[in-house]
């Protein structure tokens, strides 16, 4: 069992940044397939960003340009670092591990002046 804990959420004005960490609790696990998904009030979970095991990385279109998905493997970390946040990104954050289906518990992004 690898359990995955997402922090870095909080309270920013919309035009902020935020960075989320997802840490893994097996080193082994940051080397795997790792996405962020997010789910706003009254919405469906839906996906924003993918990072593979070769380093690809996939958007939504709706975060191109703002938000960036990296992993520090030495660390067992994945990160998501968000700008230029707005209202319609406010949702619980989670961290993904592809492979085996693992899933944190998740971390509150809510982007309000």
């Known amino acids: 069992q690898v359990q995955l804990m997402e922090s870095g959420g909080g309270l920013v004005q919309p035009g902020g940044s935020l960075t989320l960490s997802c840490v893994a609790s097996r080193s082994s696990s940051s080397h795997f397939a790792m996405a962020w998904y997010r789910q706003a009030p009254g919405k469906q979970r839906e996906w924003v960003a993918t990072i593979g095991t070769g380093g690809t990385i996939t958007y939504t279109n709706s975060v191109k340009g703002r938000f960036t998905i990296s992993r520090d493997s030495a660390k067992s970390t994945v990160y998501l670092q968000m700008n230029s946040l707005g209202p319609e990104d406010t949702a619980v954050y989670y961290c993904?591990?592809?492979?085996?289906?693992?899933w944190g518990q998740g971390t509150q992004v809510t982007v309000s002046s």
């Open positions: 993904h591990q592809i492979t085996d289906n693992y």
